[in-house]
């Protein structure tokens, strides 16, 4: 089982309407991220939710012709998503590894990643492309609203296009 939750916070300080929040990646029974409630979202540091799709549907565009992909996680020091296609599966961890200067959000391979919260979690590829694209479709639907002329989310559009034209 694969599943995004998120929920949008709304501030004065967001470059855009519903661009951050909370977001937890669920994997079979492992969870990464954190939701908090609501009398809590004051006090604690949200999460660009719009970086998080964009980077997300990157994975996945990556995944079409990769087997392995691996997404830092920029708020952390050190810790990425491990993502590796194998015939029609996902294996997909959490690992550390050095981010080295110069890195990118999504690479390619990693020189020694340990394990990290949690590991070798198998998902069917179509349900992590299935949750991703209509996860992202629901936010972006959410922040549209308000944001009709944003450049951002009209390329996160454009992304999730490509990625419909393309069966699993």
Same mark, same amino acid.
């Given at each position: 089982? @694969?599943? #995004?939750?998120?929920?949008?916070?709304?501030?004065?300080?967001?470059? @855009?309407?519903? $661009?951050?929040?909370?977001?937890?990646?669920?994997?079979?029974?492992?969870?990464?991220?954190?939701?908090?409630?609501?009398? #809590?979202?004051?006090?604690?540091?949200k999460?660009?939710?719009?970086?998080?799709f964009?980077?997300?549907?990157? !994975?996945?565009?990556?995944?079409?012709?990769?087997?392995?992909?691996v997404?830092?996680?920029?708020?952390?020091?050190?810790?990425?998503i491990?993502? $590796?296609?194998?015939?029609?599966?996902?294996?997909?961890?959490?690992?550390?590894?050095?981010?080295? /200067?110069?890195?990118?959000?999504?690479?390619?391979? #990693? =020189?020694?990643p340990?394990?990290?919260?949690?590991?070798? /979690?198998?998902?069917?590829? =179509?349900? #992590?492309?299935?949750?991703?694209? *209509?996860?992202? *479709?629901?936010?972006?639907?959410?922040?549209s !609203?308000?944001?009709?002329?944003?450049?951002?989310?009209?390329?996160?559009?454009e992304?999730? *296009?490509?990625?419909?034209k393309?069966?699993?």
């Open positions: 089982m @694969f599943r #995004l939750d998120y929920r949008i916070v709304y501030t004065n300080y967001d470059d @855009f309407i519903g $661009q951050n929040g909370f977001l937890q990646i669920r994997c079979n029974e492992y969870r990464y991220g954190e939701i908090y409630p609501k009398e #809590l979202e004051v006090f604690v540091d999460v660009s939710l719009y970086d998080w964009e980077r997300l549907v990157r !994975v996945m565009k990556n995944l079409m012709t990769k087997d392995y992909v997404l830092s996680d920029v708020e952390s020091y050190n810790t990425w491990e993502f $590796q296609k194998k015939k029609g599966m996902v294996i997909i961890s959490i690992v550390e590894a050095e981010k080295k /200067q110069g890195s990118k959000d999504i690479e390619f391979s #990693l =020189k020694e340990a394990s990290g919260a949690w590991t070798d /979690q198998v998902i069917s590829y =179509k349900q #992590l492309k299935t949750e991703i694209m *209509e996860k992202a *479709e629901e936010y972006i639907e959410i922040i !609203v308000g944001n009709t002329k944003n450049l951002r989310i009209n390329k996160l559009k992304n999730l *296009e490509f990625l419909k393309y069966p699993d």
